[in-house]
């Protein structure tokens, strides 16, 4: 006689023809690759920045070659890039060559005014009792060096930020000359069907990038000339280096605007008391000039981000990046706003998350119908049989 075996014929949980099995390993892998994919950018953040600072280079010389592209729509692509190029090598080498050595003086010059303004002021501080003695202040400005972020301690020193630049440099160079290609390889990583949403969002990211960028070179050519000016007009010394420190840190929305401010302040009170009144005057006039005239004709053309935003995201990314981070705020910013926007398109495209409402009779306030009456296969409560 032989014995009876009970053969189960369901599938184990460790085999994968169960459909329960496949969805909870889904459901894993996807969490899993999250979390594979947060640690990576914590540990390549640095390369990450280097590479969207050459994005950002790029798309400098991007809009570049399609200004020039209206202005010289026979010449190719690649000749118009190559005379962006050499127009800003040129900006860049004849500045330096006129003004080379009165910029050195005066470089020098404001480094010996500034800490000169600095001990005074902390020695007036000293005296009402405000500010600790020289020893506990140099404690805090200790802690306060330390308390840089990582990527500012790994490319502060001078090779590290030489080699930086130069690969921003190369990367731009490179996504400037073939854009089509890189964007071809982004595609490709996209499923098939999602590919033509994907490339419109890529090319509104790209214009809007574009055009911020636009915004704020105009921006910078327009404070640092008219900083120059204006106090040189008002007998404030090292006008040439105030302005070209303004034009450079208008690249910072807010924060660069402060610190050029403060410098201005510090060299015109360092000359005297109308000179510095007179620097008082000329930045709140230029920065009202930039604010209510320059950037709202930019802002129609590009994206307008909220001052609080712009601020609070400049304030977490030099905290988490340092000075790059700092730099980069704003168009990451831009971009990630794009890609809500695009997403808040598609989604209100296919209908997600809209409800149709009708109005009861007898009360005043819209209420939700019913799923029946939504699908047309039931009367409303209030229909007559």
Avoid: C
Avoid at 12 to 34: C, I
Avoid at 115 to 121: S, V
């Amino acid at each position: 006689m032989s014995d009876e075996v009970s053969v189960v014929q369901e599938p184990g949980p460790n085999e994968l023809r169960d459909p329960v099995m496949r969805a909870e390993l889904r459901r894993a892998s996807v969490w899993f690759g999250l979390g594979i994919g947060v640690a990576l950018i914590v540990l390549l953040i640095q390369p990450l920045l280097i590479i969207f600072a050459g994005l950002v280079f790029a798309s400098m010389l991007d809009g570049g070659a399609r200004l020039l592209g209206r202005a010289l729509p026979f010449l190719p692509r690649g000749v118009r890039l190559l005379m962006v190029v050499l127009l800003v090598i040129a900006f860049i080498g004849g500045t330096f060559y006129l003004t080379g050595v009165q910029i050195a003086a005066q470089f020098e010059q404001l480094r010996a005014t500034l800490e000169a303004q600095a001990n005074q002021l902390i020695n007036y501080a000293s005296s009402l009792g405000l500010m600790p003695d020289r020893s506990g202040l140099a404690g805090l400005l200790q802690q306060g060096l330390g308390s840089i972020g990582r990527l500012t301690s790994a490319v502060g020193s001078v090779v590290g930020t030489v080699a930086s630049l130069i690969m921003v440099v190369v990367i731009g160079l490179f996504v400037a000359m073939e854009p089509r290609l890189y964007e071809r390889g982004l595609q490709w990583m996209v499923p098939l069907g999602a590919r033509d949403e994907f490339a419109v969002t890529l090319g509104r990211m790209a214009r809007t990038m574009r055009m911020l960028l636009a915004g704020r070179l105009l921006g910078m050519l327009v404070e640092g000339i008219l900083i120059w000016f204006f106090l040189s007009m008002a007998g404030v010394p090292m006008a040439l280096v105030l302005g070209l420190i303004t034009g450079i840190l208008a690249f910072i929305p807010n924060i660069g605007a402060f610190v050029s401010g403060v410098l201005m302040v510090a060299v015109g009170f360092s000359a005297g008391h109308e000179q510095g009144i007179w620097a008082i005057i000329i930045y709140f006039g230029v920065q009202n000039f930039d604010g209510y005239v320059v950037i709202p004709l930019v802002a129609k053309r590009t994206v307008d981000m909220p001052p609080a935003l712009t601020l609070s995201s400049q304030i977490l990314a030099s905290t988490l990046f340092g000075v790059i981070g700092l730099a980069l705020a704003d168009p990451m910013v831009a971009m990630i706003k794009v890609a809500l926007e695009r997403e808040s398109e598609l989604a209100a495209k296919a209908g997600v998350g809209k409800r149709r409402w009708r109005r009861h009779p007898d009360d005043p306030v819209a209420v939700p119908a019913p799923p029946d009456a939504e699908s047309g296969t039931g009367q409303a409560p209030d229909a007559q049989p």
